[in-house]
């Protein structure tokens, strides 16, 4: 795939298209081919505090907008997106090395997720409480909270950057988007091209993009700043980690999700051919890069023979190359630094005593699927998140064994469970220590209605379109007098 030129990513700010405050600009390069696609604006955190004030001010007439208007916006976003099907699959390719396959469920979510976005506008936003008075009528309401800072991670830019701003904004909240670096288009312009066709005000969406390696002066002025009253992230453990200490200096509510390394356990009794593809299919789609990848395979021993040689040979075949090429299965990673630590864990793990069993070279700017055995416990491999085309197994006696094993983990985002008895599978899935639990089927799912989100280290919160008012509006108790109440001194 040649890089095509993409047109300058700038700023959305107030409904208008901004180059940054210094007038800096990084190139945005191809993770396929390196070469640059095109300039985006390097912003900084006076770019974020105009972003902040006119959401703010944005934010009353947002707010307070028919439910008809604004249900209106998201059914034509949902149309717009869809009718842009074709160029936005190109542009995630080029952009982030995404192929066809990943890209399809990509735009299908999004489209599903402006679609039931549109219902908030309708639903419910209270109850009426009973109360032991009296004469007192009470409720409780559920508000908007003012301005919502978003931040979004590359794997997944146009699903991940449209979960974190739809449900807010079709709360009647308002958003500071703040891509990340790797993807500036598809996880911020783009989306800010979509939502002002559809008819959003101004200010109501705003996106800030930076330069490599300054995040931190865009999120520390959206914590900063008192006008943002919530902030959601996906990414990293360790960047929300060092988020939510500085969130809670700030008593700023964040939504979190993070790292996962996730399980798939393989029964005695699960049909191994099946097992293979949902394995080759949770492991490897969009090249490993995907949170809820399947990181760690636990196969009970009596089919464990006969699953890793089919599997190895599976993961052989899968096509790498060019994520253009509609037959490509591994595409590239997203850059040069994440192929590097793929290659160094690889190497650190065989020196350990760790067996490859199929891939395990890299073939720039793509790392091969691979599949190791028999890595040591105290391997990084072993021990966290590796965000790539790589996946361990692990041979045990029984899939009651993988559930200890595999809660043994500090992350605990998804699991799944192959096995041919549901009711003991489902037994199995409640012992699990994660958010998510799939049984007979791969770890790799996510419906924008589904309350999204892990457990321990993984984070806290839920995205969701359902579970959005939870996150994304405050609870207000409201009583009233239908009578003078009489007081006792």
């Not at 005695?268 to 299919?281: N, P, R």
């Amino acid at each position: 795939m040649e890089a095509r030129a993409m047109d300058a990513v700038r700023h959305f700010i107030g409904g208008d298209w901004a180059e940054a405050v210094s007038g800096r600009t990084y190139d945005n390069r191809s993770p396929w081919s390196g070469a640059v696609i095109g300039p985006v604006a390097a912003g900084d955190d006076e770019d974020a505090r105009r972003a902040i004030e006119h959401a703010h001010t944005a934010f009353s007439g947002w707010s307070q907008a028919a439910p008809g208007r604004r249900q209106t916006v998201f059914l034509r976003a949902a149309d717009i997106l869809e009718g842009r099907r074709p160029s936005v699959l190109r542009a995630l390719a080029l952009e982030t090395g995404c192929g066809a396959p990943f890209g399809e469920i990509q735009v299908d979510f999004a489209v599903s997720l402006l679609r039931q976005a549109a219902q908030l506008a309708y639903r419910p936003i209270g109850e009426l409480l009973p109360s032991d008075i009296p004469g007192t009528q009470a409720l409780a309401v559920r508000r908007p909270v003012g301005v919502v800072g978003a931040i979004a991670p590359w794997n997944a830019s146009l699903a991940l950057s449209g979960r974190a701003i739809a449900g807010p904004l079709a709360l009647g909240n308002t958003v500071v988007l703040k891509p990340s670096e790797e993807s500036p288009y598809t996880g911020g312009a783009l989306w800010a091209e979509i939502l002002q066709e559809a008819g959003l005000p101004g200010g109501a969406l705003n996106v800030v993009t930076h330069a490599p390696g300054e995040a931190g002066l865009i999120a520390d002025a959206m914590l900063a700043s008192r006008r943002v009253k919530r902030i959601n992230f996906t990414g990293s453990t360790p960047t929300g980690r060092r988020l939510a200490e500085k969130a809670g200096v700030h008593l700023k509510r964040i939504v979190l999700q993070l790292s996962g390394q996730n399980p798939m356990i393989i029964a005695e009794d699960a049909d191994v051919d099946y097992a293979v593809e949902a394995a080759a299919y949770g492991a490897f789609l969009h090249q490993g890069q995907v949170c809820m990848c399947a990181r760690r395979i636990y196969v009970a021993r009596p089919v464990a023979e006969q699953f890793l040689a089919k599997f190895a040979a599976k993961v052989r075949a899968l096509p790498t190359g060019d994520p253009a090429d509609p037959a490509t299965i591994i595409g590239p990673v997203i850059n040069e630094w994440a192929l590097a630590m793929l290659e160094r864990r690889v190497k650190q793990a065989v020196d350990a005593g760790a067996r490859v069993v199929a891939g395990g070279e890299p073939q720039p700017p793509c790392y091969p699927p691979t599949v190791l055995t028999d890595v040591p416990a105290d391997t990084e491999l072993a021990q966290g998140e590796t965000f790539g085309p790589i996946v361990t197994v692990e041979v045990v006696e029984s899939a009651d064994e993988a559930v200890d094993r595999a809660n043994r983990s500090d992350l605990g985002l998804v699991a799944s469970v192959i096995s041919s008895d549901v009711p003991r599978a489902m037994r199995l899935a409640a012992r699990l220590e994660v958010g998510i639990v799939h049984v007979n089927d791969q770890t790799v799912n996510d419906e924008p209605q589904m309350p999204f989100g892990g457990v321990k280290d993984t984070g806290w919160g839920r995205f969701g379109i359902g579970f959005a008012a939870e996150e994304f509006a405050e609870l207000q108790w409201i009583s009233a007098r239908e009578q003078d109440r009489t007081f006792r001194f």
